[in-house]
C-alpha cells in the first residue's frame, strides 16, 4: 500500500475529504498538523505535531516520524501547510515545489515583485509598516486596497478611497494581525500591510495543477458578484466560466506565466485573477487547491466513466499516478460560501430542508456551530456554510444557489459585551 501524507491545520475542512480519496484510491494517508506536540496523540489518528512557523525544522521530525521511510507524495491544504509541504518534499526527495517558491505564493509582497519582474500585469504597490503606519504612509493614487501579506481568504483586505480612510483601515488591520489567534501564527509577514492600486473588473478563479512544471487548468470559475468593497468576502463560484473563448484562453495563459515566475514547478495550484480593458491581472497563485468545502464544484469523470472528486485525484496525482486520464464534468456545477451578515451569537438556522429542494441544489451545508460567536470580514475567516448546485448550465447553477440562500433563515443574536 502506497503511503502519503497530507499536511493541514487541526481545522481544515478538506481533511475527511482526502481521507475518503485515499480509502478509494488504496492509499494510507498519515496527517500532520499544528497541534500540540506535548500531547501524546490525542486524537488517537498517528498524525505528527509540526509547527508552520518552523517549517525547515518541522521537516525534518517529519522524516524522523517516517523513519527510514518515506511516503509517495505529500499533499498541503492550506497557505502555511503549503510552505511545510515544500520543505517536507525537499528533506525527503519527493516531487513538490521550491521552498522559497512556496514561501513566495503566500507572500503577497514577493508575488508582487516576483509578477512585475515577469511584465505581468500588477497594480501599482507599496508597503507599509504597521507599527508606523499613520506617519509612514507612502503617496498613493486612490482608490487603493489594503492587505495583509499572509493572511487568505480576502481576510482583513479592505478597500479605502481616500487617505483618512486608509489610516483608519490601517488601525483596524494592525488590531486583527494583533489579536491572539493571528498572533500566535508567529509570522514576521504580519508585520507590514500592503497598499496597491484598486484594480476593476471582472474576478476569476482557476483551479489546476503542475506537473513537473506543466500546468495543467482543471476548472475556470465565474465570481458572478461584484467584489469591489469595502471589503471582499467571497460568496458565488461557478463553472464552466462564461467569459468568451479569448478571455478564458488569456485568463490561463497569464495564470501559467504567474506561476512560472513564482517558480511553482509541482503539485496542486489556485489562482485569483481581475479582468479589464487593460488585461488579466493575477491577484493570487496559491500553492494548494481551493479551500473549505468549495472543492466539491469541481468534479471529474475518471477514465473508466465513473465520478471522481478533486482531492481524488490530487492525490493519485501526488503519489505519482497518472492523471491524464480525468476529465472535468461536462454539466455545470456551483458553490455558495454563505457569508455573515453581522456579528453576533449564532442560535441556528431553519428553512434548509426547503433550501435543499431547490432544483439544482444538491445539498446545504451548514458549518456554523450554536453559540459560538460570529465574525464577518473582514475580520472573520470562515462561512456559515456552503450550498452546492449542479444544473445543465452556468446560469441554472448560479440561480438555484441564490434561490436556495434566500430560504435560509439565521439566527444570530446581538454580541452582549459587559462593562469593565
Known sequence: MRHALLIATTTGYQIRSFGEAAEALGVRLRLASDRCQHLDDPWRDGAIAVRFHEPRASAGEVAAAFGGSRPAGVLAVGDRPAVLAAHVADVLGLRGNPPAAAEASRNKLASRRALARAGLPVPAFATVPLAAAATALPEVAYPVVLKPLALSGSRGVMRADSRPALVAALRRLRALLETPEVASERDPLHGDALIESFVPGREY????????GRFRAFALFDKPDPLDGPFFEESIYVTPSRATPGVQAAIVSHVESAVRAIGLVHGPVHAECRVN????????????????????????????GTPATLE???LRHAVGGDIDGYRL????SGVMMIPIPRRGRYRGVSGVSAAAAVPGVEGVQVTAKPDTLLVPMPEGRSYLGFIFARASTAEEA???????HGRLQ???????????
Do not use: K, M, N, Y
Open 205 to 212: 478563479a482557476v483551479e489546476g495543477v503542475l506537473t513537473a
Open 398 to 404: 448560479e440561480q438555484a444557489l441564490r434561490v436556495a
Open 410 to 420: 439565521f439566527r444570530i443574536d446581538r454580541e452582549v459585551t459587559l462593562a469593565g
Open 277 to 304: 480593458e487593460e488585461g488579466v491581472f493575477v491577484l493570487e497563485v496559491a500553492a494548494r487547491p481551493i479551500g473549505g468545502l468549495c472543492a466539491r464544484a469541481v468534479r471529474f469523470v475518471a477514465p473508466e
Open 329 to 332: 464534468a461536462s454539466d455545470a
Open 312 to 314: 481524488t485525484v490530487l
